[in-house]
C-alpha cells in the first residue's frame, strides 16, 4: 500500500481539518547519535516496542528519523539512510495495520521509496533546500510535507546564526517554498518554523511569542520544542531533565494555534491535549 493509497486516512485528514483537534505526533529515531535517544531503537524489538508504547499513550502519527539532525551530526550516505528507513517503515507497517508514519528525510530519492513502502507523510527538516528535487517529488506523489525551516545544515546550523529579524525571515522563507509548492499542485502543506534549527536561545523564544502568525498561511502548523537545548540553556538543565520545560512550551504552542506537536514524550502531551480540551482550546 503506497501513500497514495493512505493519504486520505483519518489521521491525514485530521491534520487538514481546521475543526479537528490537536495531533500529537511520536518521535522514533532511529539513529545512533541523536541528541537524546540515540542507540535506543535500532534493532527491530527495540523499535516495535516503543511505537507500541507511544500509540499505547495516544501517538497519532509515528515520525521515524535515521539521519540525525542534532547540531553538529555527521553526515551518513543516502544509501545507509535509505536501508534504515525501509526496513523500519516495513516492519511498522506489517506489525501496527493502520499506523500513520512520517519520515524525517530531506532527500528526494529517500523520500521516493519510502512512500512507495508505505510512509503517509514526509517531514523535511531543510524546507527543500538541501535537495532541489524534493518539491517536485512530493507534489508529483501527492504526500503530505512538513516544510520546515533552517538556516544553515545540520552540521553548520549552530555556528552563529543571524537574522536582522527571526521572525518576518522565517515567515519570508516559508512563504517562498508555500509558494513554489503551491505552484506545482501542492496543498497539503504543514509549515514547521524549525525550532532549534539554526537560532539562538533568543530567537527560538521569539518563534514561540509570535507561533501564531505563521497560521496565517491557512495550513497547519507543526511545534517541535522536545527536549531541545534552547529550553535547557534557559534553565541550565540537560536533555534529560527537560521534560516538564517541554510540557509547558507544548501547552503554548497549542494555544498559539499549533495543530501537531512532535514528542519524545507522548503520554505527557496527551495529557497537555486532554486538559487544553477542557478549555476548548
Known sequence: MTAQDTVFSQK??????????????????ITDD???????YTEEGQWLEQTKKMLAEGADIIDIGAYST????????EAEETKRLLEVTVSLKENFPGITLSVDTFRASVAEKVVAAGADLINDISGGTM???????????????????????PQTMQVNPSYKNVVAEVLGMLQNGLKKLQELGHRQVIIDPGLGFGKTVEQNYELMKNLEKFGEFNCP?????????????????KSKEALNGTTILNTIAVQKGAKIIRVHDVKEAREVLTILNEFKV
Open 131 to 153: 535537495d532541489e528535487q524534493m518539491f517536485e517529488t512530493v507534489a508529483r506523489l501527492k504526500v503530505p510535507y512538513v516544510l520546515m525551516h533552517i538556516q544553515g545544515t
Open 70 to 77: 542534532r547540531p553538529g551530526a555527521k553526515d551518513i550516505p
Open 34 to 40: 541523536s541528541f537524546f535517544d540515540g542507540g535506543k
Open 221 to 237: 502548523v507543526l511545534a517541535g520544542v522536545s527536549r531541545k537545548s534552547f529550553i535547557n540553556k534557559l534553565l541550565n538543565i
Open 12 to 29: 491525514i485528514k485530521q491534520i487538514f481539518d481546521p475543526a479537528a483537534k490537536p495531533l500529537i505526533m511520536g518521535i522514533l529515531n
